[in-house]
């Protein structure tokens, strides 16, 4: 398994084929903590050669900086399917809407992405003081 790409992104839908809004932010600023977060997106492909097959437990963790969730996981099982013939891998794309996740804290935080318990790729997210804030 190989990761194709990640990122955190405004919106995303992946119905037909991908599209993201907003890709690629790793700052959330906020005037004050806690911070609940409206929405935002998780994005991830990931390519599966034919040996690979199978069913996948996909899981999303949004964790603090002690290594803790702040929200409960995400999980998902998905099969994936042998590649098209002419092909050596299938790719799965995944988007995850978030709404409502409470950053306790200023700091740092990490979406992690893991395929059958073992962490995939990892995006870092931080949650810093509006820059009026900082300067003070």
Known sequence: M?????????YADNSAKLTAVGVGFDTIYAKEVPLTQPAF?????????????????????????????????????????RPNAGYRYRTQRIA??????????????EVSWLVD???ATMIPIKVAPTPDQSQG
Do not use: N
């Open 2 to 10: 190989d990761v194709a790409f990640a990122f955190v992104c405004d």
């Open 41 to 81: 997106h998780v994005v991830a492909a990931f390519r599966f050669k034919a040996a690979e097959a199978g069913t996948k437990t996909i899981e999303v963790h949004i964790i603090d900086a002690d290594g803790g969730d702040i929200v409960p996981p995400l999980r998902t099982r998905m099969e994936i399917g």
């Open 96 to 109: 995850l809407g978030l709404h409502g996740v409470v950053f306790p804290a200023y700091g740092d935080y």
């Open 117 to 119: 318990g073992h962490e």
